[in-house]
């Protein structure tokens, strides 16, 4: 009996020895981090605002850490194929997902997800929001405000197309939602990502988008779209006289996207805040905070904890949304 207690002793020694060695290898390995180049998962193409804020602190970030930040796109089902991807890698701190709001809000409208947007992954930081998307047309459509295009819409029921970009994403909620409020029968036609819809709606084939700030105003600049509103609950400095949603007749009526970076589950808090740590440094350079500006964003850098907490209440907003729009067939 005596040798079965010493033995168990050592047992229990041995395993708090482990559970210590365990914890200061992660300190040490936190302390060092990182001491590679780090992938940075977007679930969109190329082009898209994602891509463009990343340029924006990607290369700050890179130089404060000392090593490359590599942009992986990775689309698919409007932001599904690389966020599972993400789900799946290890979190060690070298694999990043950097996506919109649609990380909460196509779950709701896509039954075949596998991942929980709040459960499955590591909240890091909620990066910046933008004043909403625009509310753009094709020229030659005829119509210069939201009343007139309600009108032809109605006039034409069925008729007029408009782009989206995924179920859930930003530039499918306000549109649906747009016909929910106006009783509306408008074409939905999907694509891959932002600048593919983008590119058809240049050419005359599709007639609304709702779209970026980022990439709305390049377009409205160039006299190749008609920017109708956008669907914030204020006017963007960039556009003055593009008028809110509300403004426009639509009362109540108010959709922003936002910016967000996670890791998988499980990630390290220490590596975690480290991340963190650089977003904010560098939202808060001044040549960073001007071309913010000029995209249409405002950066914003929450807390690890926070940010969890604003997923959890934007994916509670996500499903209910949801429940008001109708799904379109498989």
Request: glycine letters at 8%.
């Amino acid at each position: 009996m005596k040798s079965f207690f010493c033995n168990l002793r050592h047992v229990l020694q041995l395993g708090c020895l482990f559970i210590f060695a365990s914890v200061n290898l992660t300190s040490v390995y936190a302390a060092d981090y990182p001491i590679k180049p780090i992938k940075v998962i977007v679930p969109s193409p190329p082009g898209g605002p994602p891509d463009l804020l990343l340029r924006v602190i990607g290369p700050k970030m890179s130089e404060a850490f000392g090593q490359p930040i590599v942009i992986e796109n990775r689309a698919g089902a409007g932001g599904l194929v690389g966020t599972a991807y993400l789900e799946q890698q290890a979190p060690d701190g070298y694999s990043w997902l950097f996506t919109t709001a649609s990380h909460v809000n196509i779950p709701p409208f896509n039954s075949n997800v596998t991942y929980d947007p709040v459960k499955d992954f590591t909240h890091v930081t909620l990066a910046a929001q933008n004043f909403g998307q625009v509310l753009v047309v094709r020229q030659g459509l005829g119509v210069t405000n939201v009343e007139q295009l309600i009108a032809l819409a109605k006039k034409n029921p069925g008729k007029l197309t408009y782009a989206h970009a995924g179920l859930g994403t930003a530039s499918h909620i306000p549109a649906e939602l747009m016909k929910h409020m106006t009783s509306t029968d408008i074409l939905a036609v999907p694509y891959k990502g932002v600048a593919e819809a983008m590119t058809d709606v240049l050419a005359g084939r599709i007639d609304i988008f709702f779209v970026g700030t980022q990439i709305a105003q390049q377009y409205v600049q160039a006299d190749k779209v008609t920017a109708l509103a956008i669907t914030g609950s204020k006017r963007w400095d960039g556009m003055p006289r593009v008028p809110t949603m509300q403004e426009s007749g639509l009362k109540g009526f108010e959709v922003v996207n936002w910016f967000g970076l996670w890791l998988p589950a499980k990630a390290s808090p220490e590596i975690v805040n480290k991340i963190q740590a650089q977003v904010v440094a560098a939202l808060n350079l001044p040549d960073v905070k001007q071309q913010f500006a000029q995209l249409g964003l405002e950066g914003v850098g929450s807390k690890p904890g926070d940010f969890e907490k604003y997923v959890i209440k934007e994916s509670l907003a996500a499903k209910l949304i949801a429940s008001k729009i109708p799904k379109e067939p498989k």
